[in-house]
């Protein structure tokens, strides 16, 4: 778990841009889950101009209901996982992947606040992953320490596709 530096956090749209400028250049696509996001995430990648091109679909998976309805979740899918941990947002990210046989998956799931979760996990909290399909995983829990919704929904947003970025530009040539 850790606390971000969000100093040098560039915007959503900048981080947006540059991860869909590298997947149209490798021809590579996305697909993502969101829970406290709420969207953000697939509304960035959505906004830059060609995003047809890498974005094959997101959901907002916000309750079980959501998982069921949207990506068919079982509660023998879930078994003992629940929401804001990491082995949920790797789950999550790879079957979000998976469904849509896209290359990549991402997903965020926490607590954006002004309170805490239901299982017990501060606002501020979330756990984000990106999953490739030739079995990359990355994921890390983040603490922001705030409890202002919208700036919490805003840096979940850019902490993932910060990560996703990052994971793009440490696959080599050869890796993809």
């Known amino acids: 778990m850790s606390t971000p530096d969000l100093t040098d956090l560039e915007p959503l749209a900048v981080l947006a841009a540059r991860v869909g400028a590298t997947l149209r250049e490798r021809r590579q696509t ?27 679909g997101g959901a907002v998976i916000y309750s079980r209901r959501a998982g069921k309805a949207l990506l068919g979740l079982t509660p023998e899918d879930m078994g003992d996982m629940r929401g804001e941990t990491e082995p ?24 954006a606040g002004p309170s805490g979760s239901p299982y017990g996990d501060a606002p501020g909290h979330v756990c984000i992953a990106v999953t490739g399909a030739d079995g990359l995983v990355v994921s890390r829990t983040i603490e922001t320490g705030a409890t202002d919704r919208p700036w919490n929904m805003d840096v979940f947003a850019r902490l993932l ?13 050869d890796d993809r």
């Not at 509304?43 to 974005?55: D, E, I």
């Not at 790797?90 to 998976?98: E, H, N, P, V, W």
């Open 30 to 56: 996305v697909a993502v889950a969101e829970s406290s996001a709420g969207g953000l995430v697939s509304a960035a990648l959505l906004a830059v101009p060609g995003a047809s091109a890498y974005f094959l």
């Open 88 to 111: 949920y947002a790797r789950f999550m990210a790879g079957r979000i992947r998976d469904a849509h046989r896209s290359k990549w998956g991402l997903c965020e799931s926490g607590a």
């Open 161 to 173: 596709l910060k990560l996703f970025d990052e994971t793009l530009r440490a696959v080599r040539e």
